[in-house]
């Protein structure tokens, strides 16, 4: 039998016993200390199900990244349509490519092909995504002039495939699955547009916080009020629950953290809550382990933990209210298939009962065998608590 953890968070603690499997989709059943569960009678995709907090037999599923490279039917695609840009502006090519996961591993959250900076040119940012090279911003936004240049963000007129694809993606998945959208934070977005692409030192970024910070604000303050429009709009066309990502918010000390990204993060969250109060708001920071008090204080309901941090002590730093997703290493993907199996039981038993959305840690690796991931999903999707 395995070995039992229980979850502070919760005052259930859940047994995971592996079971033989007896036909093809392996299932663990598990014995609770209290009483039996009894699995939601809803319309309502289960992940948002779990996120509320309601009763679920198992933690949704679903995997970030999980469109593209490592599977082939994107490659294909890939080879027809070479830009990002197009493939991710073109709402035929954004809901096929959505799809292409959803087909085939049938995950709890099927999130939009897009990209976090996406929004940029419509704020007056030129910029592409360039094949092994990453984004390149053409005009690097440096001085309080650059800044001056840069727009707000009118989601309807700048990225109106973005909501007309959602709206196809949520007929298509017809509530068997949450439709995802999402936003890149403040503080990852103004890493991108002031050091004019991806970064190892953030040390653009960090002269202008450091020297003369009130340039920065003034860009971080456009884009929190973008995103939040963004969100909002998302919302309306039919995401279902939107995740922010925070990717490079932890290159930052948490006292610089309290100055330049969190107060954006809550006034997003707060902007959304007073329209959206029940779309879930999902936040991502790579890296997080030195930062998880303070996510919650964004406001958020489901924050992401990638693998750097043993989950059960997670969710004891991150309190009772918000939910927890992640936080397999994505390199668990390279590893046997027992080896994966383990992992995601040795996962969800630490996470505990409910609240948890099973996930990577952080984006699925270029290379992942996709037989890997059909594993995943489906070692996955057969656990029961
Ligand atoms: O999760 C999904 O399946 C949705 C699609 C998605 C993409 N980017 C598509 C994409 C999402 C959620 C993102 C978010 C994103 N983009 C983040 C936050 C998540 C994270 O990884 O921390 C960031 C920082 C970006 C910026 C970005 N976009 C980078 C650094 C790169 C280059 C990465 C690389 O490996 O080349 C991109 C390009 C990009 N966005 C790709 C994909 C599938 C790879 C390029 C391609 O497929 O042609």
Redo the contacts with the bound molecule.
């Keep these: 039998m395995a070995s039992i953890y229980s979850s502070s968070i919760s005052s259930i603690s859940a047994k995971l016993t592996l079971t033989p499997p007896s036909n093809r989709h392996p299932r663990f059943c598990c014995s609770l200390g209290v009483a039996e569960p009894q699995a939601a009678i809803s319309t309502e995709p289960l992940l948002l199900n779990a996120v509320r907090g309601k009763e679920v037999e198992r933690p949704p599923v679903w995997l970030?990244?999980?469109?593209?490279?490592y599977m082939k039917s994107y490659q294909i695609i890939?080879e027809k349509y070479p830009s990002?840009r197009e493939r991710s502006e073109n709402v035929d090519l954004v809901v096929e490519i959505s799809l292409q996961p959803w087909k085939v591993f049938r995950p709890d959250g099927v999130?939009?092909?897009?990209?976090?900076?996406t929004p940029l040119s419509g704020m007056n940012i030129p910029f592409d995504?360039v094949?092994g090279k990453?984004?390149v911003i053409f005009d690097p936004v440096q001085t309080a002039a650059d800044v001056e240049k840069v727009r707000e963000f009118t989601p309807e007129e700048s990225v109106p495939y973005v909501g007309e694809a959602l709206t196809i993606l949520r007929k298509e998945v017809n509530n068997e699955a949450a439709v995802l959208g999402?936003v890149?934070a403040p503080f990852?977005l103004a890493s991108?547009v002031v050091e004019g692409g991806?970064s190892k030192h953030f040390s653009k970024i960090k002269r202008l916080a450091f020297s003369q910070p009130k340039v920065l604000h003034s860009l971080l303050q456009k884009f929190a009020t973008s995103m939040a429009k963004y969100i909002q709009y998302q919302a309306d066309k039919g995401a279902q629950a939107v995740q922010i990502?925070d990717?490079w918010a932890t290159e930052l000390s948490p006292v610089d953290f309290e100055e330049f990204s969190l107060p954006y993060l809550k006034l997003i969250v707060e902007t959304v809550k007073r329209t959206h109060p029940n779309l879930p708001l999902i936040l991502?920071a790579?890296g997080s382990g030195g930062l998880i008090e303070r996510l919650p204080l964004t406001g958020v309901d489901v924050v992401s933990l990638d693998w750097t941090v043993d989950i059960a002590e997670g969710r004891r730093r991150l309190g009772t209210d918000v939910a927890v997703q992640g936080n397999v290493d994505p390199g668990v993907l390279f590893g046997s298939k027992e080896f994966i199996t383990e992992r995601i039981k040795d996962t969800v038993r630490k996470a505990g009962k409910g609240k948890h959305i099973l996930n990577l840690g952080?984006?699925i690796v270029?290379g992942t065998p996709e037989e890997n991931v059909a594993h995943f999903f489906e070692v996955a999707k057969g656990l029961r608590y």
């Design positions: 970030m990244r999980q469109a593209g490279r890939c990002f999130i939009l092909f897009s990209d976090i900076l995504i094949k990453g984004p999402f890149g990852t991108y991806s990502f990717s991502y790579s952080h984006g270029v």
